[in-house]
Structure formats: structure tokens, C-alpha cells
């Protein structure tokens, strides 16, 4: 029954496949038929048997498209589905109006052009190739013809109208977006230039700025606000024409306006030269000019884009701090020229617009500051929180993103008696290629930071060609902007912290200084870190051997047989014990008896599986604990320890040595329900391997036995 049931779902799924393409195979032989049988003109009844469904089919298919059209993959087949019947239609059409030759043949290049336009690349192709073969068919094989110059150049027609139609949509698409990108970048220069425009934040330095986006709309608009407010009123309190306020660029060259109330369409835009006309005067100057009786088409005025038809003007400069910021203007159509009143009126207005700039400027500095103090303040408890390496890193990193865009950042390590430096970490671009780099004290910028204890390079310029940041083969590539910070700790310089990125001026003064604040509680919690790190190496290794000690391996010890009884798995226990260890040290001292220790040890991490755990009981007594391994894996890693360790002959004052260990084995849960019976088991079977003359393996069952 499922067998037929999978048949009749599976000729379902065939039949919606080819159900299309059936009917334009139809529509195709409609189109033979009907110009073989039908010589009189008259339309044969197979077209309008075919129509129906070909109509249907076209519906719905049109509708699939419409909502699948984000879907790649499903429209391009619908694409091709529709494209078929399409051209199917136009061929019928062209074969009942005289075939190749008709005069309605350019239909078919009308809706080969169509379709190329809207559907995906490998529909459009296939398309063209359909049309060709459909073409091919009809005029080879229903026509009779065998000229082959008529069907060239329908050939030809066809891909001349496909390519043409292909390439001018994909480029007015390219245009399209282009624009509307450039639109984008527009806008977002213009909220950057007012901001400049109205000093919300300091002039661009060499060294560049940036500025949260939202907060400079933000201040943009408010200030826009205040200055439309202010210059409306006084357009209606001294019934004038025009009211305009005009701020210089920072190289004092040109003038924009900063806001116009007019109700006059012949004002223009800007920016205007400095240097030339009554409002340049003012402006450069600082000199409050005031004109009467102004001829008509004046052309002195450059905020207006034609002649003027005023006859009075009043220019007020702006000024801060004894520098001209730009000009305060208004004008009047009448003969009616400006009084010393309307005159301090006007100066006054420009105290009360410097200081509305003045307000919006604390206002951004305070919200920078605020965003910048919660930033260090999220970082600090980042910071704090990560006990190991991997997450100060982590923390920092992620603090750093918060507080400027970059395209690369490293995190370098300075040894000090090696006198080499290490990337630990590296992110964003060429990353892989810079990971683990190790270097020495060179002229290189990350080094001389480290040597300097100082941030590199001072402007935050980066020339690659002059300018090396670890090495010379591994230089950095593709960057404009450079900043390394040393890590210091106690005046010791511990490594940098490197970030770079491609567009200029990334790394302003403001935001290097929170930088700098970051990288300080770096070095610090990578300290603390690797002070932790030491703690827990202290708390659960062997000073003298390096492994794990008691109390840790029975840590692990559960913990791995929690997993191994929720998996069903195996765990083995090998525990060895040197044989007469305490005439090892009577004879040749416990210096040497030291030596043997540790050799163990090593030998034991060396033989032992990257899941495996070694650990020193005391005395010299050593455990494996082996993951995933049954009795017979456990035996012959104990035999080969065992020969290894017979083998090993150690050089001393009194002689060669050679030391012989003992070997037990217990396996988890063939030999023991828990880890503490499974030691003591494993403990037996090395006891008796010892009562049966030392130097051998036992496991539990024989020790049992015994």
C-alpha cells in the first residue's frame, strides 16, 4: 500500500513538473497542424482546444513568479515555464499570418526582448536557444523551406534583441543602484558638512573625525529649528524680504547658507565665494555693512541666483571668540534703508544664534561623552568578568567595534627574555595570514610601541610602502589608517594592540584616547588572567611533574564517567608505581630520584591520547585515565609504558640507571559501579602485579583471582 501511495504522490509531483511544458509541446504541434491542414487562413480548431489551457496555464504560472520571485532557483523555473508559452503564442501567431516571412514576425523578437529583460540569467539563455530550435522547426520542417539566408537572419534578429534588451536592463538596473547609493553618500556628507558647518564638533584635522550619524541628524535638525525660528521672526518684526545666515568653510574661501526664510523662488544655493560682493564684506571683514537705495538688479547680493529687485540691505557679522564665523543678512524690496535700532536688533539676533550653536555643541559633546563613559563602563565589567585569556581578548575586541569601525585588529604578545613578539589573535581582514606570527625586536611599528610605550604611528596615517607594522613579508595591505597601542602593565610593555582600516583619518585624537583607556584594562585583566591561570595550574598540577594532581584527577575522573554512563561507554584506569623507588633514592639521592619522577611523567604525557589524563598520586605513584577505552586498549598502553620505561637509561655520578614500573588496570563498568571502586580496583591489580615480581601488567580480574 505505501508503495502505491508513494507512486501516485511521485506521478502527482512528475505531472505539476512537466504539465507546462506539455502544453507548449501542445501549443507547438497546434501550431504544425494548423499550417499544414489549414491553407485557407481560417483558424483550425485545435488552437482554440489548446487555448484554454494555455491561457490557464499562463495565469497561473504568472501568479507563482509574482510571489516566488525572491526565490532564485523557482522563479528561474518559472521564468523558463512562462517563456515557453510565450513563445509558443507568438509562433502560432506568426504561422497563421504566413510563417517566417509574415509581417507580424517581429513579434516573436518583441517577446524574446521581453523575457530576457525580467527573467533570471540561465532562463534568458535558455530561452533564446528554445526560440532558435522553434524558429528552426517550423521553417525547415512545416514551411519545406531550405533557404538558409531568411532563417540567418531571423537567427540574428533574435539574439541582436536578446543581447540589447539583456545587457540595457542589467546596466539600467547598475545605474539605478548607483544612484541611489550616491543619493545615500550625498546625504550623509551633507549632515557631516553642517555639522562641521555649525562647529557641533571640532574641524576636521589631519587626523579626521567621525561622528555617530544618528546624533549628528539629530543636532542638524535641532539646530536647523532654532535658525528657521529665529530668522522667521525677524523677518516678520522688520517686514523684510529675505533673512539669510551664511557660515564660512574652514579654509574661510566660500560661504554656505546655513538657513534662508524667503518667500522669493530666485535664491540660490550655493556655496558662493568669499572674496567677492556687499554679504563677502561682511563676512571677511567682520564689518557690519548696511546699503540704501539700491538700484534694481543688483547683483552685489550672491544669495540670490539672478539681479535682485531690493533696495535696502543690513549684513551682521558672526563672530565667536574673535573670529568672523560667517554673516547675518536681510533685505528689504522698499526704499526704506535700515535704522541703528534695527541695527542692534540684528547684532543681538546673532548673539542669540551663536548661542543656540553653543548649546547644541555641549549638548553633542555630552551626549559623546555619555556614550563614550558607558562603553568604558561596559568594558571595564567585561573585562573584569573574563578569567581566562580567550575572553579578556574576546571583551576587548568587541569594546573596541563599539567605539570605532575597523577593517583589522591584532593582539600581539611581548616575551621579554626572548625578546619576541607573537599575534595571539587576529580578526577581520587577511586575518589567517597574520594568526601565530612570530617575530623579533625589529624596526617594525608593533615593536617600537612595545620599546616606546607608546601608541604608533602619531598621526594614525599608514603608508605600507614606508611604514612596516610586524614584519616585512607579512606587512599589512590595503589600509589607510594605522593605530597600535602598547599594552602596559606596572611600566612593563606586554604586547600591542593593533587595529587598522581603509578609509582615512579612522583614528581621531577623541577616539584614540578611549582607545587608549581600553587597551590600559586590557593589559591589566590579561595580567589578572594569566595570574589566574597560574593559580589553577598551582591548584590542580604537580609542582615536580607537571600533571594533574589528586585531587583535580578525581575531579576529572567523575566527570568523565558521568559521560561514559550517559553514553554507554567504557573507561579505563592505569595506575603504575615505580618498582623499589625508595632504593632508587637511598642509593643514588633524592636529586635523582627527582629525575626519574619527572621522566615518568613526560613519558606518560607523550604516550598518552590527547582525551587521556595523567596525574601524580605522590610518592611515585602516577594514574591514566583513559576515555572510550575498554581492558584490552588499556593493557596495551600500559605494556607499551612499561617497556618504555625499562628502556630508559638515566646517566648519574654512580653510574647508568634503569627504573622497572609496575602496572595496573580496571576498566569502568566491567570491574567497578562508581570512580572510587574503579581506583580501588585498579590499585588491587597493581598491587598484585608487584607480588607477582614487579615489572609487569595486571588488571583487576587477575588481582580478584589472585
Not at 508513494?6 to 511544458?21: E, N, T
Not at 607594522?469 to 599594552?487: C, D, E, H, W, Y
Not at 598520586?617 to 584490552?632: K, Q, R, V, Y
Request: hydrophobic share 45%; glycine share 6%.
Amino acid at each position: 500500500m505505501s508503495v502505491a501511495v508513494k507512486m501516485i504522490f511521485g506521478a502527482k509531483r512528475l505531472v505539476r513538473r512537466v504539465w507546462v511544458f506539455a502544453i507548449a509541446a501542445i501549443t507547438a504541434a497546434a501550431v504544425l497542424f494548423g499550417k499544414m491542414t489549414n491553407e485557407s487562413g481560417e483558424w483550425p480548431a485545435e488552437l482554440f482546444i489548446v487555448g484554454t489551457p494555455w491561457l490557464a496555464a499562463l495565469i497561473v504560472r504568472s501568479y507563482q513568479r509574482a510571489v516566488a520571485k525572491t526565490r532564485e532557483s523557482l522563479s528561474g523555473r518559472l521564468d523558463l515555464e512562462i517563456g515557453l508559452l510565450l513563445l509558443a503564442a507568438a509562433e502560432v501567431a506568426v504561422q497563421m499570418t504566413g510563417g517566417l516571412e509574415s509581417a507580424y514576425r517581429p513579434l516573436t523578437y518583441v517577446v524574446i526582448a521581453f523575457l530576457v529583460s525580467f527573467a533570471v540569467n540561465w532562463a534568458s539563455f535558455a530561452l533564446v536557444f528554445a526560440a532558435i530550435a522553434i524558429s528552426g522547426a517550423v521553417y525547415f520542417g512545416t514551411e519545406g523551406q531550405t533557404g538558409w539566408a531568411p532563417f540567418g537572419i531571423n537567427v540574428g534578429f533574435l539574439v541582436a534583441f536578446a543581447l540589447l534588451n539583456w545587457f540595457y536592463t542589467r546596466v539600467e538596473i547598475a545605474r539605478v543602484r548607483e544612484n541611489s547609493r550616491r543619493e545615500r553618500d550625498r546625504e550623509k556628507e551633507k549632515i557631516k558638512e553642517e555639522t562641521r558647518l555649525f562647529r557641533l564638533v571640532a574641524a576636521p584635522s589631519r587626523d579626521g573625525t567621525t561622528d555617530e550619524d544618528r546624533m549628528q541628524q539629530s543636532s542638524v535638525d535641532e539646530v536647523h529649528h532654532h535658525l528657521y525660528h529665529y530668522l522667521d521672526l525677524l523677518r516678520g518684526t522688520l517686514e523684510l524680504h529675505t533673512a539669510v545666515l551664511l557660515f564660512l568653510d574652514d579654509d574661510g574661501k566660500a560661504l554656505s547658507i546655513a538657513e534662508l526664510v524667503t518667500d522669493f523662488e530666485g535664491t540660490a544655493e550655493g556655496p558662493f565665494r568669499a572674496g567677492e560682493g556687499a554679504v563677502a564684506a561682511v563676512a571677511k571683514r567682520g564689518q557690519v555693512i548696511n546699503l540704501q537705495n539700491l538700484k534694481p538688479g543688483y547683483t552685489g547680493l550672491c544669495y540670490y541666483a539672478s539681479p535682485s529687485p531690493v533696495r535696502a540691505f543690513l549684513g551682521v557679522p558672526i563672530v565667536e571668540r574673535d573670529r568672523v564665523l560667517g554673516a547675518l543678512c536681510v533685505d528689504r524690496l522698499e526704499d526704506r534703508p535700515f535704522t541703528e535700532l534695527e541695527e542692534g536688533l540684528l547684532q543681538r539676533a546673532t548673539v542669540q544664534v551663536m548661542r543656540a550653536l553653543e548649546n547644541e555643541r555641549v549638548f553633542v559633546q555630552l551626549e559623546r561623552s555619555k556614550r563614550e563613559q558607558t562603553i568604558l563602563h561596559r568594558a571595564s565589567q567585561a573585562l573584569g568578568a573574563a578569567l581566562d585569556e580567550s575572553a579578556v581578548v574576546e571583551a576587548a575586541l568587541t569594546s573596541v567595534a563599539q567605539v570605532v569601525d575597523h577593517d583589522f585588529a591584532a593582539l600581539t604578545y611581548y616575551d621579554g627574555d626572548a625578546s619576541q613578539h607573537m599575534v595571539r589573535r587576529a580578526v577581520g581582514a587577511q586575518a589567517s595570514r597574520y594568526q601565530d606570527l612570530t617575530f623579533r625586536d625589529n624596526t617594525s611599528l608593533a615593536a617600537m610601541a612595545v620599546k616606546n610605550r607608546h601608541y604608533l604611528p602619531y598621526r594614525g596615517e599608514f603608508d605600507p610602502k614606508q611604514q612596516v607594522v610586524f614584519t616585512k613579508r607579512a606587512n599589512l595591505t590595503g589600509m589607510q589608517s594605522l593605530l597600535i597601542l602598547p599594552l602596559v602593565v606596572r611600566e612593563d610593555a606586554i604586547g600591542t594592540l593593533v587595529l587598522a582600516a581603509e578609509r582615512t583619518h579612522a583614528f581621531a585624537a577623541s577616539v584614540r584616547a578611549t582607545l587608549q583607556v581600553i587597551a590600559n584594562q586590557l593589559a591589566v585583566a590579561l595580567a589578572n588572567a594569566e595570574s589566574v591561570h597560574r593559580l589553577e595550574q598551582m591548584a590542580t598540577t604537580d609542582g615536580l611533574t607537571g600533571c594533574l594532581n589528586k585531587r583535580a584527577f578525581f575531579d576529572e575522573m567523575r566527570r568523565k564517567i558521568r559521560s561514559a554512563d550517559r553514553f554507554n561507554r567504557r573507561v579505563s584506569l592505569v595506575v603504575t608505581d615505580l618498582d623499589h623507588f625508595k632504593s632508587v633514592n637511598d642509593t643514588y639521592g633524592h636529586a635523582t630520584g627527582d629525575v626519574v619522577l619527572k621522566e615518568l611523567g613526560e613519558l606518560l604525557r607523550r604516550m598518552k591520547r590527547e582525551t587521556d589524563v595523567v596525574a601524580r598520586f605522590g610518592g611515585e605513584e602516577f594514574c591514566i585515565l583513559c576515555e572510550e577505552t575498554d581492558t584490552d586498549g588499556a593493557i596495551q598502553l600500559a605494556e607499551r609504558i612499561r617497556e618504555a620505561m625499562a628502556g630508559t637509561v638515566f646517566q648519574t655520578e654512580h653510574g647508568e640507571l634503569t627504573v622497572t614500573c609496575s602496572l595496573g588496570v580496571a576498566t569502568y563498568p566491567d570491574d567497578a559501579p562508581n570512580d572510587q571502586v574503579l581506583f580501588e580496583e585498579a590499585d588491587k591489580a597493581l598491587y598484585a602485579a608487584k607480588h607477582q615480581g614487579r615489572d609487569r601488567v595486571c588488571k583487576a580480574n587477575e588481582a580478584q583471582a589472585a
